[in-house]
């Protein structure tokens, strides 16, 4: 008895490795499972769902790249006007050096000081404002356009807000 056992042992190491130095090859037994044929409700149901998931999908990655688009052309515009009020700036501060080196007292010199003063808060407040602007129109294009599906009463509901 023990030396039958001692061979089927032997048979199953042997059939369970491929060699000495890999891992183990275990291999499944084949079952037979019975045919089975799906009915036809359920194979229009699975196709239905993987037609919706498919729609779904797509619609998602339009609308990312339409929000793209929309977020790329925004930054762009934003970091023009940037630059355009800093060159703005600069010839500003430019000009005012300017006026300083031709001041001929100490009290004009405070005068122009000053006036640059206000003249730049000025500036500053309505490129702040413009750069808002800026800023709200591209949020309010990607909300509106690129989220809402295309949906004219939602988007009525977001502008009338």
Request: contains cysteine; hydrophobic residues 35%; neutral net charge.
């Amino acid at each position: 008895m023990t030396l039958a056992t001692t061979a089927t042992n032997q048979a199953k190491i042997a059939k369970n490795t491929t060699s000495s130095f890999g891992p183990p090859n275990y291999e499944m037994s084949k079952l037979d499972m019975p045919k089975m044929e799906v009915p036809p409700a359920f194979r229009e149901l699975a196709d239905q769902g993987i037609a919706h998931v498919r729609d779904t999908y797509e619609k998602a990655t339009n609308q990312l790249k339409e929000a793209y688009t929309t977020t790329a052309k925004g930054a762009t515009d934003y970091n023009l006007k940037v630059i355009e009020i800093a060159r703005a700036n600069t010839n500003t501060a430019v000009d005012n050096a300017f006026e300083l080196l031709g001041a001929k007292s100490p009290m004009e010199f405070v005068e122009l000081s000053a006036k640059h003063a206000r003249k730049q808060c000025e500036a500053m407040t309505a490129q702040t404002k413009e750069l808002t602007e800026i800023a709200q129109k591209v949020t309010t294009e990607i909300t509106v356009k690129d989220w809402r599906h295309g949906d004219s009463k939602a988007s009525n509901k977001v502008t009338q807000s």
